[in-house]
């Protein structure tokens, strides 16, 4: 089955027939709605789990308003239910850390991943958020094969590495906007010393 | 991309996946990525400092358990034609400079032979996949010191010793040996050694040993061993020797010994006689042990390609029997080529 074939719909595209097969309706953080099999929905566990405590009949899945998922936009959606559609019914990996991660890429996925880095970015944000270990799989695999052959520079560029110095300076200010009264101590201390106390209380 | 705002659980999938070259390049990127890379757990079946298949280079080879193709870091230049393929950087560690070439699941850092310089870059990479050294196979040439090297504390974790080349000198072997302070499981010495060699007790105390060409070995070698299974080829040993070793056994406490073949040239066979009338043995009984002993020694495929074990057959052979019930066997080829003995910890194989 191809990517532009898989049974994933924008609302507005198309519509999809409600048949005895269930199909819940997800809504992205941009408002763009999607119809998605039970079936597929078993291949994320967040949503399986999620869908289980709802206990929602064919008759709520229609007349509820769609789940929303908050923090992933349509265009990202599109692509994991996409996903999700074409591999429903198939095993999910356990992932215990007993057997060596050995993954390849199928054909499917592989032009289903043709899109830009930060697409990609955000499609394993989505994965790994909807605990969907395949897709979190594949796209990893993804983006280590991008490292192939690289020298240090040339990794630095395709994963946007921060210096040494930019990590630094990158901690250094997330220390200061965690704690400003940590800051005002002391500033309130080197003052005290400067009017020549010994004590700080 | 920005690798860095993934999830620590995302990273370590990608971790994972990366082949070993793209995660020591990812380590050189900064301190915080050395640092990630660090923190995956890495399953590493082989860790060697070797030799390559042409033995014209040393070089430090690691397997994982999810690549099927290991990954070495040579100490020497790829090949003219494929040269041009390669990318290149340069990266200092500790203080070093190398200049890495990057190939398939392979790293280049030109020709060099100082251990100092080499075993930087291997503790560097054992350090960052939090794994040690499991063995050596070396050629003291393209070594600037074996001294250097058998002290330097990666080496000192090895089980498994290989001595290759076309010579090696006898205070060469013994540096090599008497700085190895873990047990060894195997030590085998190829290369022919040039002079008299001190007695080296970690040698004759592996688990298994094997010297292709053992001219050099001596009665003192042979009766203060220690060792499970001895493979000793092209020998200058006596009958005498041979016989003390035997005495010694059946004298001593020696629980470990299960087996030790000797060969010997054509122009130093040994009279089977004399041996057989020195030692007060008897004719297998069948009622006390099997026909055939199994070697269940590595070496095994040096005396028969690809082999795993050997049979012996022992219809032949002289049995002793010793005061702790351990019962031992000796057998001598017909044309005084061979001396076999064989200790039978289980009577019926």
Known sequence: ?201 | MKLQKLPCVVFRVISQLLDPTSLICLSFCSKNMKEKVKMNKYTVVNRYFTLDSTKIMQMFCLKFVNSSIPFYLSFGDPKKCIVRKFNRFNHTINGITYNFRIGLESMYVGKMSDVAVMFNLIEYTLNLFRTSLEGIRIESKFLSSIQQLATHPSVQTVRFVFVDGESLAASKLFELFNNLNSPLLKAYVFAPVQGEVDLVPSLFGAEQVFIKISRWVRKEHLLGSNSRFILLRESNLKEDVLISFVKQWLNGTDTRLETMLVYFPAVNKIDQERIRASLDGHPWNPEKRSQKFLVEASWSKEIVNGARALWSDCEEGLDFERNDGLLGTVIVSEQGRGFFFHVWHKRFH
């Open chain 1, 1 to 201: 089955m191809s990517v532009e074939n898989a049974p994933v719909v924008d609302v507005d595209e198309a519509a999809i027939p409600v048949e005895k097969k269930m199909y819940y309706r997800f809504e992205s953080n941009d408002k763009k709605e999607f119809r998605v099999s039970e079936l597929a929905i078993q291949q994320s566990e967040t949503l399986n789990r999620l869908v289980e405590a709802m206990g929602y009949t064919s008759e709520d899945v229609e007349n509820k308003p769609a789940i929303a998922i908050e923090n992933i936009d349509g265009k990202t959606l599109k692509l994991v239910f996409q996903w999700c559609e074409h591999h429903k019914g198939e095993a999910i990996p356990v992932d215990d850390g007993s057997v060596p991660k050995i993954v390849e890429i199928p054909e499917f996925d592989a032009k289903l991943m043709d899109i830009d880095n930060g697409l990609l970015f955000k499609l394993i944000w989505a994965a790994d958020y909807l605990n969907i270990v395949q897709l979190l799989n594949v796209s990893c695999k993804k983006v280590a094969n991008m490292a192939q052959g690289k020298t240090p520079a040339q990794l630095r560029r395709v994963y946007l590495l921060p210096s040494d110095e930019e990590d630094e300076a990158a901690k250094r200010a997330a220390q200061e906007a965690q704690d400003p009264r940590a800051r005002e101590v002391e500033e309130e201390f080197e003052e005290r010393k400067r009017q020549g106390g010994n004590s700080f209380f």
